[in-house]
């Protein structure tokens, strides 16, 4: 028998567009509806293999029923651009999956769906699925046509056949019209009786079976009710007829013409990129991309496991390994179990298990020396964790000329996911595999057959070869070709160096400060109880929602569908009612600070080192920031004193050496400064003036002496509110005030700071003409959003083009500081060393007889990484740990 299933493309597309959050590609397209629509797809395919296949569209807004009605589907709001810009895009998905698509004048997609299971019911051998969010099309329910109606989202559908419809209405689905006819449906504009709803009119139709029959028998009717019906007669008649479906289309397609025997992966594939559907490329297993020649190439690899005895093979090829990848089980370098190494050759790949390199023999030496030396130029995915994964087993590679996941991230930093497997799909090589589907996720982990892992590993290595010359190209062609080979590759090596080393942990220093928090958090505990009266478990948000709103009476800010909220802003507004809040958010504060901070520094403190060694991420921020995991260090709360104190225990690893810190004053201010020409701005950096001072100065216009520190707390939050560009709600939450004082504040700064408006639109419009901007360096922050009609798509992505060219170039400073204080340290032979970046500041540790030339050369790279129209001020301190260093 045959499968066929009807698409009912209007209704599925409008349910997918309002149930996905917002999306757009790179070309700013919005694709949340066909996004939706081609998950739905997916599934349907999956699970139904339909042997026929049609989506029906409705063709314009008139149809033969606005001849009877000129109101049929009046009150429907317009169609959001958002959504109609995608009906294109969703046709041109349709003929990428090869399926039949038809739409016709004057008729709905519903009309068109009736019509042919009307045929298919005549045609008898026909099983007939039909998929839409309207209840309208339960009439069309027959011995052979089941109707799967959308319940949440798009994707789950609830199937209806005869029984169902008689078990959820009593009916019959050709009464689905009378129902209709009762109630009418607002959503279409169909009037109905008024004041029958569904359960009146179900009742009426259990008891009389259709609309005419409820019409014949109204004089049996009481009350309201029949004053009702016999008024509204007609509209009743009228709704049925626009509620039932017409099955009389002339149609112009033919049978055959809906057979479907499947997409072709490269037609679909090819879509997906236009679309950017990243996460569907790397899922789907498409044989092949876009480029014949690269698929011929890979797919004729011929891939070999090293073994004991290919040693000396292996030796004699290494000068034609042209890209090399590193693969070890988890996600945090300093503690992953190596795996392998695959070595790419135009000939051969070839996998090593890294057993081999561990044998002590001649050949195993020589690859090693091969490894760490600097004479070749090999292509790589993630260089910064390939080259930890190896330090930590004693080999420091070098030699790594290209790699794809960085140069991935630079040209686009905003793509979600720089695998291997989504790059080869972009870039139109063969699709490889998802790593999960490989070696299984999380528990499920384990490694495959050997000759499954050598040939999954040698085809990731052939795939950074294929990489590597379209992804050199396209970082010429955005001029990210110097940020790139000057900036953040030599910066791999560098924090790979860095994180090796760690920073020690002073271990009793920490569980004694965990101690000291624990008595403090006992102290605070009672004053707790004592405010409130009585004991409860502080940490129970129920519990603390009714001793806060029940017992004592507080004002409710915000309710919750468990009870009460306690989050910290409906704690922060309550403070001033009632003691018992300061005593409650210090609690948590100290809770904080012993679980995340004590508690989990010590997890991660290595027993072999004494150490915490830090992963820091290049290619998470899309403002080119650095990221910290494994532990978080750049995330320490060090506004409390508290906080502050955590970095007590983070102390030199040598006796007689200090901590130094290098901390970059105000730096995006100077950047901003640098970048809008504002006078005002740069006259305060090149007088040294305190900048936070001299705003409240010209923002009031008073003198320096009649600016009070209320008035430099208000110039400090805008200045550093404008670099996020920061909006009147925001900034009157920060400073307690109200929305139009905070507008008006921003007003004035603006008046004055004008160079710094005149920044900040002129940004806006090149980001609208450009679709990206750029920070001093070069580096790319597209912003496809920036053309958007939807209000807070756009809001945001105007903020973030005004503040990307800032907050990006401070973040590219301090890269380069810390590329140049790498060269400069190892130039001058000193022993001091670069241990952390957080944020504007480095830490290092240096021993005595360093220490002036440290504060010297540190102050001297820093201030001098990148030159501005206004100075770079830096501010260097030392101790005996981070925290007498600050």
Request: proline letters at 3%; hydrophobic letters at 40%.
């Amino acid at each position: 028998m045959s499968k066929l299933i009807l698409i009912d493309g209007n209704s599925l597309a409008n349910r997918a567009f309002y149930a996905l959050p917002p999306l757009s590609n790179s070309s700013g397209l919005h694709t949340n509806a066909v996004y939706g629509f081609t998950t739905m797809l997916l599934k349907l395919l999956e699970e139904q293999q339909p042997t026929h296949f049609l989506v029906a569209f409705d063709a314009g807004k008139v149809t033969f029923r606005h001849k009877d009605y000129a109101e049929y589907k009046g009150g429907r709001a317009k169609t959001p651009p958002e959504l109609s810009e995608q009906f294109p895009l969703l046709r041109d998905l349709i003929r990428a999956f090869g399926m039949a698509q038809f739409e016709l004048e004057g008729y709905e997609a519903d009309d068109i769906i009736g019509t042919l299971t009307r045929i298919a019911d005549e045609k008898g051998d026909i099983e007939v699925i039909v998929v839409t969010g309207d209840k309208d099309m339960l009439q069309l329910v027959s011995d052979r046509v089941k109707i799967a109606l959308t319940r949440k989202g798009i994707t789950e559908v609830e199937l209806y056949d005869k029984a169902l419809i008689e078990e959820k209405y009593g009916l019959k689905p050709h009464q689905i019209i009378d129902l209709k006819g009762l109630m009418g449906d607002a959503s279409d504009n169909i009037p109905g009786i008024p004041g029958v709803g569904e359960k009146t009119a179900l009742k009426l139709l259990h008891e009389y079976e259709s609309v005419e029959g409820v019409l014949e028998n109204a004089a049996q009717l009481k009350g309201k009710m029949k004053e009702k019906v016999e008024q509204h007669a007609d509209e009743a008649r009228m709704s049925k007829e626009l509620a039932t479906i017409y099955r009389e289309v002339p149609l112009t397609t033919q049978w055959e013409e809906l057979a479907y025997s499947g997409y072709e992966g490269q037609a679909l594939a090819g879509m997906f990129r236009k679309l950017e559907f990243k996460s569907l490329l790397e899922k789907m297993d498409f044989s092949g991309g876009d480029s014949a020649e690269a698929g011929r190439e890979q797919a004729s690899i011929e891939a070999a496991v090293v073994g004991e005895d290919d040693m000396a093979e292996l030796v004699g090829i290494l000068p034609q390994v042209t890209a090399l990848h590193v693969e070890a089980a988890g996600d945090n370098p300093h503690n992953a179990e190596m795996i392998g190494l695959a070595l790419y050759t135009e000939a051969k790949c070839y996998y090593v298990p890294f057993e081999r390199l561990q044998e002590g023999t001649a050949e195993a030496e020589a690859v090693k020396a091969w490894l760490q030396s600097s004479d070749k130029a090999l292509a790589v995915y993630d260089q910064h964790r390939a080259e930890i994964l190896l330090a930590w087993r004693g080999i420091h590679l070098r030699g790594t000329e290209f790699d794809v996941h960085l140069a991935a991230y630079l040209l686009d930093p905003t793509e979600s996911a720089l695998t291997l497997n989504g790059l080869t799909v972009k870039y139109g090589l063969p699709a490889l595999k998802a790593d999960e589907d490989v070696f299984g996720k999380g528990a499920k982990f384990q490694i495959p057959a050997l000759d499954v892992l050598c040939d999954y590993l040698c085809r990731k290595a052939a795939a950074i070869h294929q990489l590597t010359e379209p992804m050199k190209r396209d970082l010429e062609e955005s001029g990210m070709h110097q940020l790139f080979y000057g900036l953040e590759q030599p910066l791999a090596s560098v924090l790979a160096a860095m994180e090796e080393k760690g920073i020690e942990v002073d271990t009793e220093a920490l569980k004694q400060y965990g101690e000291e928090l624990g008595s403090q958090l006992e102290t605070i505990m009672h004053s707790i109880y004592d405010a409130a009266g009585m004991e409860f478990n502080i940490n129970s948000p129920k519990q603390l929602g009714e001793v806060l709103f029940e017992k004592l009476q507080l004002p409710t800010v915000k309710k919750t569908k468990t009870g009460y909220s306690t989050d910290a802003e409906v704690l922060e507004k309550l403070e001033p009612y009632h003691p018992v809040i300061g005593h409650i958010l210090h609690f948590r504060t100290l809770s904080k600070l012993q679980s995340t901070y004590v508690e989990g520094l010590l997890k991660e403190v290595r027993k072999d080192t004494g150490k915490v060694h830090t992963y820091y991420r290049q290619t998470i921020a899309a403002t080119g920031r650095l990221s910290s995991q494994y532990p978080n260090l750049q995330n320490i709360p060090i506004r409390l004193e508290e906080g502050r104190k955590i970095r007590r225990v983070f102390v030199p690893s040598k006796p007689g050496w200090s901590i130094l810190t290098a901390d970059y004053s105000q730096i995006e201010l100077r950047v901003l400064a640098h970048i809008s020409q504002d006078e005002k701005l740069m006259e305060a950096f090149l007088h040294d003036l305190d900048i936070h001072t001299k705003t409240a100065m010209d923002v009031f216009g008073v003198s320096e002496s009649q600016v009070d520190s209320n008035m430099r707390r208000q110039a400090k939050a805008v200045n550093f509110g404008i670099v996020y560009g920061i909006s009147d709600y925001g900034l009157s939450q920060n400073l307690n005030i109200t929305r139009k004082e905070a507008a008006q504040f921003i007003e004035q700064y603006f008046a004055v700071f004008q160079g710094v408006r005149q920044y900040m639109d002129d940004i806006v419009r090149k980001a609208r003409q450009d679709g990206y901007v750029t920070t001093l360096l070069q580096r790319r922050r597209y912003l496809p959003e920036i053309t958007a009609s939807n209000f807070n798509l756009r809001s945001f992505a105007e903020r973030t083009a005004m503040n990307t060219p800032i907050q990006g170039t401070a973040a590219d400073i301090i890269k380069l500081a810390m590329v140049q204080m790498d060269e400069r340290l190892k130039r001058d032979g000193l022993r001091s060393r670069m241990l952390l970046q957080v944020h504007d500041e480095l830490v290092f540790e240096v021993p005595e007889d360093e220490i002036e030339t440290m504060k010297t050369a540190v102050a001297e790279v820093m201030e001098n990484a990148l030159k501005l129209d206004v100075p770079l001020k830096v501010e260097v301190d030392t101790g005996s740990n981070w925290y007498e260093a600050k």
